[in-house]
């Protein structure tokens, strides 16, 4: 059942690692908002222009005396205009299934839970996940997937699949653009509960008249964040 991952995650809470060598709650962490009523992204296409885009976050940051920003998850989103990769003809994609945390390029980001690599990918599309790695876990003998997107094309070449990752190691760092999909450098971290047949890729971003169907799937990664 894909409700019992959230319930499988918060029961071993004890045994995780932080993804990044600093917390993610304090005074020092904020908030980001990306949706329509964010008065600075009136016309979001404009951040096409990933210098103009990167500026913007860090004026978001300013703002709020914060250094690291973090947030988004089940959030329906401006910001995926600025790219074809996420348009449709029915519906647009624009409802985040992540959690993003917005940090300088270079950051190391280390494994919560031990596993091992089940794929990665360069995907390599403007607005993409660009360098992506996903590692599988178990729990109680429940599998289940962590995705990382965004990260250093230099961070591939070592991972390969079935490849262990320990608990609390680092097997990768936060990507500069453009070869991070063109984002201002953040992490997208996503839990999955079944990849559905995909290896290296899977929707960080879904219709958001699909919310119910894509929340079940990818629970809150709130529950593996520290």
């Known amino acids: 059942m894909l409700h019992d991952l959230a319930s499988l995650l918060a029961r071993h809470r004890d045994r995780l690692a932080p993804i990044f060598a600093f917390p993610l709650r304090g005074p020092n962490v904020a908030r980001l908002n990306f949706t329509d009523t964010n008065p600075l992204l009136t016309h979001p296409e404009r951040l096409r222009d990933t210098v103009a885009f990167d500026e913007l976050v860090q004026q978001m940051l300013a703002e709020q005396h914060a250094s690291t920003g973090i947030g988004g998850y089940l959030e329906n989103r401006v910001i995926y205009r600025r790219s074809p990769h996420f348009s ?88 500069p653009y453009p070869e991070n999909g063109d984002w201002p450098p953040h992490l997208h971290f996503q839990v999955i509960s079944d990849m559905q047949g995909r290896r290296g890729d899977f929707p960080g971003v879904a219709p958001a008249s699909e919310q119910n169907y894509w929340a079940e799937l990818c629970p809150s990664p709130w529950l593996l964040l520290k």
């Open 88 to 175: 449709n003809e029915n519906e647009a994609r624009s409802l985040h299934l992540g959690v993003d945390v917005w940090v300088p390029a270079g950051t190391p980001v280390a494994a919560p839970l031990a596993g091992v690599v089940h794929s990665v990918a360069d995907n390599d599309n403007f607005g993409d996940y660009g360098p992506t790695v996903i590692l599988q876990h178990w729990l109680d003998g429940i599998p289940f997937y962590t995705l990382y997107g965004h990260l250093s094309r230099t961070d591939l070449a070592a991972l390969q699949p079935r490849n262990p990752i320990l608990l609390g190691q680092v097997f990768a760092h936060v990507g």
